[in-house]
């Protein structure tokens, strides 16, 4: 199966209106930038993102936030993105808002087969409203289902024509977890080589994950909030 695509446009022309896509980063660290980019020049629209957060007003989610390309955002926070706190604050979007230890496990357990779990985070608050409760050996718990996508956007240091990808440092995120829990996943890496060129003990995504693969371009190291001491 030919896994290489040409670039992030040729990758994003697989994405229809109304997707559901998982996209990997914490911050601006390790966020698929080109397959972002692309899908903000696609113009595709009425998208559920599933990200632990939305980047900033102009970098990451936030370019698809301020196209109004996003129906529903699946998130842990809405913090450094006045965009998508205004959209949300004035209910333009909708936005459901996950703890972020449970926002890590539900995308596992969607790419493990689990239907569901119990955990104990967030019962008595209003992230349990609705849900079902249990109590298990006297301590309360929330039944939390899994998270799956149609697509997952990637982003990984190296990867080869089969898939296998290699995360650098903080990178390696939530783009694992997110690679196993869609129907197809799409990665950018800022190193494409051939079969064989990377150890097969630091692959951290196996190929068999991975749809499609290509080769990203003009990464740039942004910094996501800086602090200065004057003096």
């Known amino acids: 199966m030919q896994k290489i695509l040409r670039d992030a446009d040729e990758a994003v022309a697989l994405i229809s209106d109304g997707a559901t896509i998982m996209m990997g980063g914490f911050g601006l660290a390790g966020i698929p930038e080109n397959l972002v980019a692309a899908l903000q020049r ?43 706190e205004r959209q949300f604050l004035q209910k333009e979007i909708e936005v ?17 087969g689990i239907a569901a779990f119990f955990t ?46 290699a995360y650098r440092k903080t990178a390696r995120n939530f783009n694992p977890m997110m690679a196993t829990a869609a129907r197809c996943t799409i990665a950018e890496v800022e190193h494409l080589v051939e079969p ?21 371009r003009d990464y740039a190291k942004r910094i996501e909030k800086r602090t200065v001491r004057s003096g």
């Open 120 to 165: 104990p985070t967030g019962f008595g608050t209003l992230i349990a409203e609705g849900k079902e409760t249990r109590t298990f050996d006297g301590r309360d718990y929330v039944l939390e289902r899994a998270l799956l996508a149609d697509f997952a956007f990637v982003k990984a240091w190296k990867g080869d024509a089969f898939g296998n990808l």
């Open 196 to 216: 064989g060129q990377i150890d097969p003990d630091v692959v951290h995504t196996p190929g068999i994950f991975v749809k499609k693969i290509f080769q990203g």
């Open 42 to 84: 696609r113009g595709t629209k009425d998208l559920t993102i599933i990200s632990n957060n939305a980047g900033t007003d102009d970098s990451g989610i936030g370019l698809l936030l301020r196209a109004r390309q996003v129906r529903k955002m699946i998130a842990t926070y809405v913090g450094e993105n006045k965009e998508f």
């Open 96 to 112: 459901e808002l996950v703890p972020q230890g449970t926002f890590s496990e539900r995308i596992r357990a969607g790419g493990a």
